[in-house]
């Protein structure tokens, strides 16, 4: 499957890297092509890996993973372009985390909106799955890092989409536990996850942990 990446940094990168080497043809979006880290990505990745704008990573996504830093991601959606992500599945990984003055950062969104639902606001013919958010990226593609069992969540206004992706975490990242949270709203709730998961990271000096949902 041919699969676009918005953002170069460590989460793209990581995600990037992993689809590649299952199979995906996957290519790295940022804001001008021949970013620097984009091109180091593609030399390191492998044949299948490319990079470019992301306009151009929208445009060659047959499905597409937001990666932006959460302050900047409207911004790199705008630029990649509602017609280029128009009918197809944007699985956003972003959080919308503000470090500007220091640690630990405080949250632009909250509370009564998210981040998911703004970018499915500004793209309202693309199907916006928030997912991955809550975990480091390392644990993205490897959830075995965390023994035990734990879950990872879905969330979007197309029921279809949410149950495509929660496949796709299964299949390509081997997910046993995907959670279907239901419309985009439960946003709101992953997103405000991540000050306890910050809090967690501190205490254990480690991010190889997640959450478990017991019943």
């Not at 021949?34 to 470019?52: F, H, I, Y």
């Not at 950062?105 to 793209?123: H, K």
Request: aromatic letters at 6%; hydrophobic letters at 40%; charged letters at 20%.
């Amino acid at each position: 499957m041919r699969l676009g990446i918005l953002g170069t940094g460590m989460v793209g990168q990581t995600l990037g890297t992993k689809l590649v080497q299952i199979g995906h043809t996957v290519k790295l979006g940022s804001r001008t092509a021949g970013n620097d880290k984009a091109r180091e990505w593609t030399q390191a990745a492998g044949k299948n890996a490319s990079q470019g704008t992301f306009a151009e990573a929208a445009t060659t996504g047959e499905i597409v993973f937001n990666c932006t830093a959460g302050t900047a991601s409207l911004d790199a959606i705008r630029l990649a372009g509602a017609e280029n992500l128009r009918g197809k599945i944007l699985i956003d990984v972003a959080n919308p985390l503000d470090f500007s003055k220091g640690m630990p950062p405080t949250l632009t969104i909250c509370n009564t909106d998210s981040l998911g639902e703004r970018i499915q606001a500004v793209l309202p013919q693309t199907k916006v799955v928030k997912a991955l958010n809550t975990v480091n990226c390392t644990v993205m593609v490897e959830p075995g890092l965390v023994r035990g069992e734990h879950d990872v969540f879905v969330c979007g206004n197309d029921a279809e989409a949410r149950g495509r992706v929660a496949g796709m975490l299964k299949e390509w990242f081997g997910w046993p536990s995907v959670i279907d949270l239901g419309d985009i709203k439960a946003a709101r709730g992953t997103e405000m996850l991540l000050p306890l998961w910050l809090q967690l990271y501190s205490r254990f000096q480690s991010p190889h942990f997640n959450f478990r949902v017991v019943r």
